[in-house]
C-alpha cells in the first residue's frame, strides 16, 4: 500500500505498534530524531480505529488505514446535510451537502484514498459534535447533549488542538447565557446541557489528554458549574 504524505506513513507506524502490542499504545518514538527520540504529539485514536476494525473484520489493518480516510469522508456527508436542515431548513441541508462533496479544498485532500491521517476524522467528529448541540440547543432534550459529549470526547482523543472546538463551545454558552438572562428566560436546560456534553467528553478522553487539556477541561467544567451554582442562589438568581 503505497500512503500520501509523511503524516499517514507515521499513523501506519502507530497502527503497527498497536496492531502488535494491543492495546498499548506508542507515546515515545526511540527511533524518531535520532538519536534521541521525541514524545509522539498525535493522538491514538485513529491508529486504534485502523487496528479495531483490522481485528474484527479479519482485514488487513494496511487496507484499512487506505481505505478510511474517503469511507469516513464520504460518510460526513450526512451530518453535513441534517446540520445545515436542522439551522436552515432542507433546502439548505441538500445544498450545503452537494458543496460539501464537489468543493475542492483540503478535507476533499484530506480524506482520499491512502491518506490515513488524523485530519478527515477531526472533521467528522468536529460537525457531530455541532450538530448535536443545534438539536440539544432547539429542543433542550439532554439526550442531544449526551451525544454531542460522545464526538466530542473522541475528537480529543484524535487531535492535540482539539481544545479549540471546547473554546468555541464555550464562546456560545457565554453569549446563549447572556441572551437568556437579557430576556429573562430561564438558564438551567443550558447549564446543565454543556455540563453533560463537557463531562462525558472529560470522563471519555480524559486518559489520552496532555497536561493543558485536561487543566483546560477541568476549568470548563467547573466554569460552567460554579456558573449554575450561582444562579441557584437567590443573590445571584436569574
Known amino acids: 500500500v503505497l500512503y500520501r504524505d509523511t503524516d499517514a506513513w507515521y499513523h501506519m507506524r502507530l497502527a503497527d505498534f498497536i ?3 494491543f492495546p498499548q499504545y506508542l507515546k515515545f518514538d526511540q527511533l524518531a530524531l535520532y538519536p534521541n527520540g521525541f514524545t509522539i504529539g498525535y493522538k491514538p485514536l485513529l491508529a486504534f480505529l485502523i ?35 436542522a439551522l436552515f431548513g432542507k433546502g439548505v441541508g441538500l445544498l450545503g451537502s452537494l458543496l460539501f462533496v464537489l468543493l ?33 440547543d432547539k429542543s433542550g432534550k439532554f439526550r442531544w447533549a449526551a451525544l454531542a ?22 464562546v456560545w454558552v457565554v453569549i446563549k447565557f447572556g441572551y437568556l438572562v437579557y430576556a429573562k428566560k430561564g438558564t438551567d436546560k443550558l447549564l446543565l446541557g454543556v455540563l453533560v456534553v463537557l463531562g462525558i467528553s472529560t470522563i471519555m478522553s480524559f486518559t489520552f489528554l496532555d497536561s ?5 477541561m477541568l476549568l470548563s467544567v467547573v466554569l460552567v458549574g460554579v456558573i449554575f451554582g450561582l444562579t441557584k442562589c437567590p443573590k445571584w438568581a436569574v
Open 19 to 21: 496492531f502488535v502490542n
Open 149 to 170: 459529549g460522545i464526538p466530542l470526547g473522541l475528537y480529543l482523543m484524535n487531535w492535540f488542538g482539539a481544545y479549540l472546538l471546547v473554546a468555541v463551545i464555550m
Open 104 to 136: 475542492p479544498g483540503e478535507f476533499l485532500h484530506r480524506s482520499l484514498l491512502g491518506y490515513p491521517a488524523h485530519h478527515f476524522l477531526e472533521v467528522f467528529f468536529s460537525i457531530l459534535t455541532i450538530l448535536f448541540l443545534v438539536l440539544f
Open 51 to 85: 487496528v479495531v476494525i483490522s481485528k474484527i473484520t479479519g482485514i488487513d489493518y494496511e487496507l484499512v488505514g487506505a481505505f478510511l480516510p474517503p469511507i469516513i469522508g464520504s460518510l460526513t456527508v450526512i451530518p453535513v446535510y441534517f446540520l445545515g436542515k
Open 212 to 216: 493543558f487539556t485536561k487543566v483546560a
